[in-house]
T-cell receptor, first 112, second 111 residues
Framework: AQSVSQHNHHVILSEAASLELGCNYS??????LFWYVQYPGQHLQLLLK??????LVKGIKGFEAEFIKSKFSFNLRKPSVQWSDTAEYFC??????????FGKGTKLSVIP | NAGVTQTPKFRVLKTGQSMTLLCAQD?????MYWYRQDPGMGLRLIHY???????AKGEVPDGYNVSRLKKQNFLLGLESAAPSQTSVYFC??????????FGPGTRLTVL
């Protein structure tokens, strides 16, 4: 069974700082990769997804992620965070089936 | 489109009581899922369905049952609630293996 690791449990940044959240997965075959965001008290919303093609994927709200197959990684990035980016971020991997395996999440706190 | 909706939004049960959570989607998705979210645990799959009339167990199915009588609805039942089932429950749906879209969640407390 595949597993997903998000290395940072809680990240605290000042506004305008750059963000990179790590995500690694364990599965040797073809994968579909996702990042979801959960704002406080809300449901998960899709930020971006990767199925194939260009490994640099752009999503909503200025987020992007890079798939590095050799490293089994799909890190999320944003050049300049805003206070409104305060949320929990989940990486998810689909490997050959309709089920997704989620990481445990990374809480991001952005200080104004 | 409403997307994925869930009822109720909040519920408090006593140990041993039963209840049903309703999930509805209007995107004509074949696949539907029930997850529970607990602090520090991420999302864990309870049950899922790949089509009307079909259901399957996920990672943490014990204590739950599901039914998918209509394509647009996916019901999650707790026959005899336990405090360990206190959680936030999310329903999701997807078109085949594409991205899953989530409902607003149901916060359940079992006393």
């Amino acid at each position: 069974a595949q597993s997903v690791s998000q290395h940072n449990h809680h990240v605290i940044l000042s506004e305008a700082a750059s963000l990179e959240l790590g995500c690694n997965y364990s599965y040797g075959g073809t994968v579909n990769l996702f990042w979801y965001v959960q704002y406080p008290g809300q449901h998960l919303q899709l930020l971006l997804k990767y199925f194939s093609g260009d490994p640099l994927v752009k999503g909503i709200k200025g987020f992007e992620a890079e798939f590095i197959k050799s490293k089994f990684s799909f890190n999320l990035r944003k050049p300049s965070v805003q206070w409104s980016d305060t949320a929990e971020y989940f990486c998810a991997v689909g490997a050959g089936s309709y089920q997704l395996t989620f990481g445990k999440g990374t809480k991001l706190s952005v200080i104004p | 489109n409403a997307g994925v909706t869930q009822t109720p939004k909040f519920r408090v049960l006593k140990t041993g009581q039963s209840m049903t959570l309703l999930c509805a989607q209007d995107m004509n998705h074949e696949y539907m899922y029930w997850y529970r979210q607990d602090p520090g645990m991420g999302l864990r799959l309870i049950h899922y369905s790949v089509g009307e009339g079909t259901t399957a167990k996920g990672e943490v199915p014990d204590g739950y049952n599901v039914s998918r009588l209509k394509k647009q609805n996916f019901l999650l039942g707790l026959e005899s609630a336990a405090p360990s089932q206190t959680s936030v429950y999310f329903c999701a749906s997807s078109f085949q293996t594409r991205a899953q879209y989530f409902g607003p969640g149901t916060r359940l407390t079992v006393l």
